[in-house]
């Protein structure tokens, strides 16, 4: 039996994860979940974005399948998100998009794992305010890359691409202008693409990187880049296979790892039955494989894979005309396991 630390989160975050753990149970896998507070609703419950008790249960499993978390605006509130990934040392965030047949989007092969260095950078929450006579008149931010942060993740997606038959891992920098932080980047990951010859290894400066993205997808296989690039490519690759709503994230350490969707807690639509469960249960499909249940996560994948191609029982999002919600959505994946 699995143990689990579940995180709802705000929003939607609730109906989602429902929908998540309903099918992740009926792929025959036996967990034993233990639910959580973090986020907003947190806040107001417990005083706390990230109660004690939360972060007692994430020590004890050191495995999580999370939902989606708000972050207050204003009031000095740090992100939740990146509190969990430097407290428990998640230096990796992972981030595949992988082209959804039956959906149209501009791409039809696109099939891209991006891979994050995850708490450092200007991620860090190293920055002040410079105040002359009681006024700011500029701000500053400190870009922390260590060397070892930086090994963590290249040594991570070389792995990654060798574990799952990857062919090439291409570095993204501004190494031209940036030169002592992401020149050092470049320089480790150049040095780590020597001890795996069998990859095929190139880089590539973000600007120039954003743009091929966007023109040739089918040129990337693995992508390993720095905190604030991988945030903006992650969400640019997701676009290219239609959105947040269908594509997950990890984010992995040595010792924990955090399974998620990574869109907003949307709470426009909470309670409404018609947010997508995509993400977060494509997420519990990288949980799995995480744990070395292979084959019901490749289930999970197929069953998810074929609803969405038929496009009958799909969210609005997916398919307006459809008439199904996360409920109908949930339900039909969940009979197709076994069936594909």
């Known amino acids: 039996m699995h143990k689990i630390t579940l995180i709802p989160g705000d929003g939607i975050g609730p109906s989602v994860v429902e929908a998540a753990v309903h099918v992740l149970e009926a792929s025959g896998q036996k967990f034993a979940w233990d639910e959580q507070l973090a986020g907003e609703i947190a806040l107001r419950k417990r005083g706390s974005q990230i109660p004690e008790e939360a972060m007692e ?77 009681g006024e700011t008149i500029a701000a500053e931010s400190i870009a922390l890359i260590t060397r070892k942060g930086s090994e963590n993740v290249c040594r991570y997606a070389f792995e990654y691409a060798r574990k799952h038959g990857r062919k090439k891992v291409t570095a993204v920098h501004k190494a031209n202008i940036l030169k002592c932080t ?125 609803v969405i191609a038929e496009g009958k029982c799909v969210t609005p999002d997916l398919n307006p005309d459809a008439k199904c919600g996360t409920r109908e959505m949930t339900a039909e994946i969940i009979a197709r396991l076994g069936q594909v």
């Not at 994430?58 to 939902?67: A, E, S, Y």
């Not at 966007?214 to 290219?240: C, H, K, Q, R, Y």
């Open 182 to 306: 992401t020149g050092m980047f470049l320089a480790i990951a150049r040095e780590m693409a020597k001890e795996y010859p069998e990859i095929e290894f190139n880089d590539r400066i973000i600007d120039a990187c954003a743009m091929r993205l966007v023109m040739d997808p089918e040129d990337f296989d693995v992508i390993v880049t720095t905190n604030l690039f991988g945030d903006i490519l992650s969400d640019l690759t997701a676009g290219l296979v239609g959105g947040l709503g269908l594509t997950p994230g990890a984010n992995i350490g040595d010792d924990a790892a955090i399974f998620e969707a990574v869109h907003g807690s949307a709470p426009d639509i909470a309670g409404k039955n018609i947010a997508n469960p995509t993400a977060v249960i494509m997420a519990g499909v990288m949980m799995l494989d995480h744990l070395g249940e292979h084959e019901a996560a490749r289930t999970i994948d197929r069953a998810v894979r074929s």
């Open 57 to 133: 249960s994430i020590r004890k499993n050191r495995l999580v399948l999370k939902g989606p978390l708000t972050t207050p605006v204003g009031g000095g509130f740090r992100s939740v998100n990146v509190q969990l990934r430097q407290e428990f040392k998640l230096y990796a965030n992972v981030r595949p998009a992988v082209t959804f047949e039956g959906l149209k989007t501009r791409f039809e092969n696109v099939d891209i794992v991006l891979i994050r260095e995850n708490t450092e950078g200007l991620y860090s929450g190293i920055e002040h305010n410079i105040d002359v006579e």
